[in-house]
């Protein structure tokens, strides 16, 4: 029993845990709540990297710690199981994504549970189990049948729009709407408008509304694309060409929220790094909007700009390649010339386009449009810094004062005018010639002062507006894809119609195939039959990845309820997410749009908050140690050792290997898969089995090892970096990898792995066992009463570790946790009285080895629930002081004396004690000389 049997304990206790169902969580009013949860994984095939449970391992640690300090603990898992993955490998193999999706969900939940999370499992969800699908097509009716009221900045139901309408017309109606397609009329109008017409209207206020978008059409996988799912033209899974391209398409109007997205991140404890993320993608900007007429048209070109007060440097008006009216405003001696730039700039990703601040590119379109303060003719370009998407999709170009405009401006060899005094003119770039342009009301302004003076006097002209902007745009909801919610629309002669909420879910049929038909129809035009009521033709489009995800941290307050999506008691008592750790990733993404949801499903007072998730951290990634071998060039197979690169080979070597000569230089790198290499040092039987192409390699070695060559990158299966979590499960157990993970820095940082320094930690846990037992193997503890050096050792202990469990300093605590067991096994202390309360901290960080010994100290019921020990101050302070003694200046023996003793009593003591009589040689000290708890020194 001496020995730590590891793997025997961890299995032991899981399934314990498992069976008795230690972690289930109630609503308990009786006790504060604490809700902490990990991002939604997605599960796939690969399973889990050692980089994954990083974030895992930190929220259970704060789990079980909240236990011990007496919360109520909901710490859930679940699975965001749609995804263009599961369906990609159905496409290719014709099995359908549920089973992909069940098997590797079954393997994730295998490696969670072999790291022993106090997960609530009767709580978990899978956002493709129609229980749950059914309540997010629930929400998306809901978001359907809703509008942005924005006189009580709130969604309110259509309805409310309606008797608006059917009383005054649009008179009056201030809402988040489509303003360049709002169809305004009276009251008499409305009602005559026929159910179409009346449709197409209320689409342009619903908060949920069917549009036509430019979007990124994927034509490979068959799908829109979001932005974030696009590089460099191509598709980020596969690397598939993307083109952009107007459909109709289902889509969110996040932007009604704008504001308050903006305003309400400031109250949460995020890090400034997440909240600026955000602040950066809504993009609120104040500004003016002005009308640009095109020369020889009737056609107004509106401009968005920040900067009204520099439209006398306007030297050029750029338009987005996307614009509708790119054709019509195109001359025909420049209709090819645009016609091939828009076919190649269009098909950029937004994404793409926004941080390519060094490509410039652009045609002239052949038309003018006319300055509206001094009618002077300016050309209109064409250019694809510019978005359709943001602002009007038309840019006012002041090279004197925007360094983009200004290198599209020398690029082209267009005109550079500095703008005026009291403007942002810290930068005129090379424009230093030429007259700068004054005005009667803006010269010598500061430029606040000119920007407001600017805007009124374009109101005053009527030839624009002041106006708010923001870069972010409404959320594209439709995907073309089958493992997806399916949307709960069907359409009646041409009209969308919301399923009644009493047939939900509407749940995804079987299909043959899992392309889109062959007249390009989504994968489920395939199915046969598939008609509401028999007669009326689905939604085909389904909901994308983040629908789903945008609201499952609701759905873990009451997961079995039939009747609600959350139970008001239910909600009323968790409230939202006390702790929420995942990747800075998600930033404008999944935690932008489950904000913009909360706060919708807030305005109808169907959750408490205001906000879903009040303390977010964004743990760091666990970076791949790579290993590499080096193989000389050409047909030789032949690896030379790190250290041999550049030296001679020896005689031997070159008549082995069949070369002249050393090839100096001539070496390419090669990643090799890290669990053929130990401490660097390549295995080499094993390398040779690895590949068949290696069996017949020759190496060129270093005192008689192959040693490979080390770099820090990303973790992934390319790199053959990745090491698995169950390995080291396997070689050194859950609690070793947990702490492990733990020591190897701060959360948030990014961090190196390195296997070679997991062996230390798992001889802590060693010694920590080894505490309990006596030289002879036998389970050994003492009721005796502590030392005061091993109340020291235990209260400092506890005080060091809750101070960082409160600061999630998790890496610190490991080092205190070592620290502490080295004091203890050097004091040979094996007192119940010490190790006890040890072994309560222990327990978040290493739950099944602690567990094990709580039993053996004679506990009956687990240790998780067991409060957390409480330090004391006076086992922290120092009664005694062990002085160093010398005499004349040389250190010649110790003694120790309370803190409080009197100076005189020290030196008589000193001078009775006989440790220095021999240093005397019979003589009377002349002076003894004593510093209070630092030194006494006898000088003779």
């Not at 890090?271 to 602040?279: G, H, N, S, V």
Request: some cysteine; glycine content about 6%.
């Amino acid at each position: 029993m001496s020995d730590y049997n590891f793997s025997q304990i961890e299995k032991k206790w899981q399934q314990t845990w498992a069976q008795q169902q230690t972690f289930k969580t109630t609503t308990d009013n009786s006790k504060p709540k604490y809700y902490v949860l990990d991002m939604f994984p997605y599960p796939s095939g690969a399973g889990l990297h050692v980089g994954h449970p990083l974030g895992y391992i930190a929220s259970d640690i704060m789990a079980r710690y909240k236990r011990q300090r007496g919360f109520n603990v909901l710490h859930p898992m679940g699975f965001d199981a749609f995804g263009l993955p599961a369906e990609q490998y159905a496409i290719q193999t014709g099995q359908h994504p549920a089973i992909t999706t069940k098997e590797n969900i079954a393997r994730y939940k295998e490696q969670l549970s072999s790291l022993g999370f106090s997960y609530d499992w009767s709580r978990e969800v899978r956002t493709s189990d129609p229980d749950y699908y059914k309540w997010t097509q629930w929400i998306f009716l809901k978001l359907y049948d809703a509008w942005y009221n924005q006189e009580t900045d709130k969604a309110e139901p259509i309805a409310t729009l309606i008797a608006k309408f059917e009383q005054n017309g649009t008179a009056g109606v201030k809402a988040a709407c489509d303003e360049e397609e709002r169809t305004l009329f009276t009251a008499a109008e409305w009602q005559g408008f026929n159910e179409k017409q009346q449709s197409d209207i209320l689409l342009q206020y619903r908060l949920a509304f069917l549009s036509e978008a430019t979007v990124n059409w994927c034509p490979a996988l068959g799908t829109v694309l979001a932005n974030d799912e696009v590089k460099d033209g191509v598709s980020e899974r596969g690397g598939y060409p993307v083109e952009r391209k107007k459909m109709q398409q289902w889509s969110l109007r996040i932007t009604a929220y704008a504001e308050r997205l903006l305003n309400d991140i400031e109250a949460l404890d995020w890090t400034e790094a997440i909240k600026e993320m955000q602040r950066n993608w809504i993009g609120k900007s104040l500004g003016a909007e002005l009308n640009f007429t095109v020369k020889d048209s009737e056609r107004q070109l509106k401009v968005f700009t920040t900067r009204a007060d520099t439209i006398y440097g306007v030297t050029y008006l750029a338009i987005a390649p996307e614009h509708e009216w790119v054709p019509e405003l195109t001359s025909p001696e420049q209709r090819q010339a645009v016609e091939e730039y828009v076919s190649t700039a269009k098909n950029r990703s937004e994404r793409d386009r926004m941080s390519d601040v060094k490509t410039i590119s652009g045609v002239f379109t052949g038309s003018y449009v006319l300055n509206p303060l001094n009618g002077e003719e300016i050309p209109l370009w064409v250019a694809d810094y510019v978005l359709a998407g943001y602002g009007t999709g038309v840019v006012m170009a002041v090279p004197a004062s925007d360094i983009r405009d200004f290198n599209f401006a020398k690029h082209f060899n267009l005109p550079i005018v500095p703008v005026i005094e009291g403007s942002n003119t810290d930068e005129v770039y090379e424009a230093k010639e030429g007259k700068m342009i004054n005005s009667d009301f803006l010269n010598g302004m500061e430029v606040k002062d000119a920007l407001v003076a600017a805007t009124a006097k374009f109101e005053e002209m009527g030839i624009g507006q002041g106006k708010v902007n923001y870069r972010m745009r409404d959320a594209i909801f439709g995907r073309q894809r089958y493992w997806g919610e399916p949307i709960p629309i069907y359409y009646k002669d041409g009209i969308p119609q919301p399923l009644p909420e009493s047939e939900l879910p509407l749940v995804l049929p079987e299909i043959d195939a899992y392309l889109p038909t062959e007249t390009g129809e989504p994968p489920l035009g395939r199915a046969k039959d598939w008609k509401y009521k028999g007669e009326y033709s689905y939604e085909l489009s389904t909901m994308p990845g983040w629908a789903g995800s945008s609201w499952y941290y609701l759905r873990y307050m009451s997961p079995d309820n039939q009747e609600a999506f959350v139970t008001p008691e239910d909600e009323q008592y968790w409230q939202n997410v006390d702790l929420y750790i995942g990747g800075s990733e998600h930033a404008t993404g999944h935690l932008l749009y489950s904000r913009f949801w909360y706060k919708f499903l807030h305005d109808l007072a169907l959750v408490s908050q205001v906000e879903p998730f009040q303390k977010l951290i964004n743990q760091g990634m666990i970076q791949g140690r790579s290993n590499f071998v080096y193989r000389v060039k050409g047909d030789k197979n032949v690896f030379v050792s790190l250290n041999r690169l550049g030296h001679n080979w020896t005689q031997e070597e070159l008549e082995r290997t069949g070369f002249n000569e050393t090839p100096i230089g001539q070496y390419t790198p090669l990643h090799v898969e890290v669990n053929l290499v130990d401490n660097d040092i390549l295995d080499i039987e094993a390398f040779k089995k690895w590949r068949s192409e290696n069996a017949d390699a020759e190496f060129i070695l270093e005192d008689g090892k192959y040693i490979c060559g080390v770099e820090i990158e990303k973790m992934s299966k390319s790199k053959y970096n990745v090491v698995n979590p169950d390995v080291l499960v396997e070689r050194v157990g859950a609690d070793t990898l947990r702490m492990y993970e733990m020591f190897l820095g701060p959360l948030e940082q990014f961090k190196p792995w390195n296997t070679n320094g997991i062996d230390g930690v798992h001889k802590f846990l060693k010694r920590y066992w080894k505490l309990f037992f006596d030289n002879n193997g036998n389970f050994s503890v003492s009721d005796d009463q502590p030392t005061p050096a091993e109340l020291k050792t235990l209260h400092k202990t506890i005080k060091k570790v809750e101070e960082d469990m409160e600061r999630l300093s998790f890496n610190t605590s490991v080092s205190t946790f070592m620290i502490c067991v080295n004091e203890l096994t050097t004091l040979k202390s094996n007192k119940r009285a010490i190790l006890e309360p040890l072994t309560v901290i222990l327990a978040p960080y290493a739950p099944h080895i602690t567990e094990e010994i709580w039993s053996l100290l004679g506990h009956t019921e687990t240790i998780a629930y067991e409060p957390f020990p409480t330090w004391e101050e006076k086992y922290l302070t120092e009664s005694t002081f062990e002085y160093p003694i010398s005499v004349n200046g040389k250190m010649r023996g110790k003694l120790a004396f309370p803190t409080d003793k009197p100076k005189e009593e020290i030196e008589k003591e000193v001078i009775s004690s006989g440790v220095i009589d021999k240093y005397l040689e019979g003589k009377a000290p002349k002076k003894v000389i004593v510093v209070p708890n630092k030194i006494v020194n006898v000088v003779v």
